[in-house]
């Protein structure tokens, strides 16, 4: 009787399962590496084999997937002030910033105007 080399259903399909797995991993590693995300979340990978086997019962064909879950990044903040112009008392929103504006930071640059949101208001 002869010996078989028996290999995992992951080295099917001359390692393309296997390399479809390590694409994903890949995409996991860039995603925890990501600063913009929570480095202790969990992700995961999923690999789906679909076998549909043929009427007569002498081949199975295998469908295979591999999918990651990967984390979004972090939200990105910021504070709206909301004010008047000072010389149309017309109502405008603007974001804050660390520091009054015009004012010397201790490294020696300025702070700069704040951005003001423009939006059409509501009749």
Do not use: C, H
Not at 88 to 93: D, K, P, S
């Amino acid at each position: 009787m002869e010996q078989f080399d028996k290999k995992s259903i992951l080295e099917m399909s001359m390692g393309a399962i296997l390399e479809r797995v390590d694409y994903e991993m890949g995409r996991v590693l860039e995603n925890v590496l990501d600063p913009n995300t929570k480095a202790t979340a969990k992700r995961k990978i999923t690999v789906g084999l679909e076998l549909v086997p043929s009427a007569d019962r002498k081949t199975i064909t295998v469908l295979t997937t591999a999918k990651a879950a990967l984390v979004p990044t972090d939200p990105v903040t910021t504070s709206l002030f909301i004010t008047s112009a000072p010389n149309t008392g017309e109502m405008v929103v603007a974001e804050m910033v660390p520091q009054v504006p015009g004012q010397i930071f201790m490294d020696g640059d300025e702070q700069g105007q704040p951005k003001i949101l423009k939006f059409a208001r509501q009749a």
